[in-house]
């Protein structure tokens, strides 16, 4: 018969001093490397399954619909432009701290996609659903999602 229970109550303690040095790179990938290079040069990369003809944003690699490979010629410029399609206010941050300056995150269906896309909203006070936006970038881009400010008033 299997015990049920183990009494770890008087079972002896061990530590163990010392570090486990984890070393990795992270990888966007293929897809993820066109679509911040493109943020970086303030551009929208998407890319369009030949299959189905559905446009993504971010790009994909495979279509999520029919499982197409998306490659290389699938790749294209989209504008810079959307339609806000979800918006929500933020009042704490991440660690349940109340923000001073609340701000806005939109659910943003960019021009040409098919896809939706959650970025911050930014310079409008009382952003509406199928409010037309545009893009607005950081001086200073790096090839990262916050080379993106946000989108704004169109
Ligand atoms: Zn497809």
């Given at each position: 018969?299997?015990?049920t229970r183990?009494?770890i ?11 486990f040095?984890?070393?990795?790179h ?10 911040f ?5 303030k551009?929208?990369?998407g ?7 559905f ?7 495979f279509c ?7 490659g290389?010629?699938?790749?294209k ?5 959307g ?12 660690r ?9 995150m939109?659910?943003?269906k960019v ?8 970025h ?10 199928d409010?037309k ?22």
């Open positions: 018969m299997l015990p183990r009494n109550k008087n079972a002896p303690t061990t530590s163990v001093k010392g570090g040095p984890v070393y990795y992270y990888t966007v990938g293929i897809s993820g490397e066109k679509f290079y493109g943020l970086k040069d551009k929208f990369i890319n369009t399954c030949e299959a189905c003809d446009t993504y944003f971010p790009p994909k690699m999520e619909d029919c499982f197409n490979e998306l290389d010629d699938t790749y410029e989209l504008k810079l432009e339609t806000i399609v979800g918006v929500s206010k933020v009042f704490f941050d991440f349940g701290q109340k923000l001073v300056e609340p701000y806005h939109g659910l943003i021009e040409g996609s098919n896809t939706t896309f959650f911050k909203i930014v310079d409008i006070e009382n952003p509406e659903i409010q936006v545009k893009a607005k970038w950081n001086e200073d881009r790096a090839g990262s999602i916050f080379d993106l400010e946000g989108f704004t008033s169109s």
